[in-house]
């Protein structure tokens, strides 16, 4: 009798199990062939590492409000890379890179190191229906000197709206990237952050650019949004404090309509690595800052 019950509790977790329907298979890219990797989670769709091109994610779409993303150099591409007195090129997106689809539906990226005191290796993750992410992970081949790679994004030009999460007179809140507070703006964690963007790394060529400085960054997380308020879309970035040391972007209507992540900023050993992530969430019914 015992073994008939148990025949029988097992029979019916099985008619259970069969009954119950399978966890939704987690978003991830795709391999496309010679083109990179496509995504399409129903909420967002688009390209990663097209082409072979280093230029984070491209012909995005919002797809229920059929809105395009990005335009440019795309989303959450590696721009520029210094050390302290050092530009490493233009930009991390004109190196040489390989692209892997790894198991688990992520890409990983690693760039070439030719001529660099360092490795450098980008993998990209979709994390939900409507967010992507990106961790970075630097390891220097000698000691390097405040390194720093400057994550950047641009955004199709309906973004007009442009926020970041600042300390203020009466607590933290969300300021606007103003025309009056300078046409480049850089929101610092705190004095030690500003030292090392003033180090003189944003005075080498090509394009230097002089910031000015608004306000600090607020809380245990940087985060900057920009908006399409007429379209009813808006993208928000939140990466910690510990590895990101400022948050960057032109006057919220000047024609880049970008947002860059400054990670790192701080000295590493022979040998030592770090890591940063950076989460990039598309919202629906933002409204206007």
Known sequence: ????ACFALLAAA????????????????LADGPRGFVF????????????GKSLGLTEVVHVPSGTRMDHGYGLL???????????????AWDWPSEAVLRGDGSVAIRFATEGRPFSLVAVYRVAAADTVEVETKVEAGTDVK????????????????????????????WA??????????????????????????????????????????????????????GRGVGASFSASLRECF????????????????SLFGRDLKAGESATATVRLSFES???RE
């Open 40 to 51: 399409d989670t129903g909420v967002l769709r688009g390209r990663l590492h097209a082409e």
């Open 14 to 29: 099985d008619d259970v199990a069969r009954s119950e329907p399978a966890p939704a298979a987690r978003p991830s890219f």
């Open 77 to 91: 591409s590696h721009y520029r890379v210094f050390t302290r007195g050092v530009r490493y090129g233009a930009g």
């Open 246 to 261: 400022a948050v960057a972007m032109p006057h919220q209507t000047e024609s880049h309509y970008s947002v860059y992540f």
């Open 176 to 229: 606007a990237a103003l025309p009056e507070q300078g046409d480049w703006q850089m929101f610092v964690r705190d004095s030690a952050a500003r030292g090392v963007v003033e180090d003189g790394r944003w005075r080498l060529e090509p394009h230097p650019v002089a910031w000015t400085f608004p306000f600090e960054l607020a809380g245990e997380a940087a985060r900057a949004r920009r908006m399409a308020s």
């Open 146 to 173: 405040g390194f720093e790679t400057f994550l950047a994004s641009y955004f199709d030009a309906a973004f007009t709206n442009a926020a970041v999460w600042v300390k203020g007179r009466d607590g933290a809140r």
């Open 1 to 4: 009798m015992i073994a008939t």
């Open 285 to 287: 019914g933002t409204g």
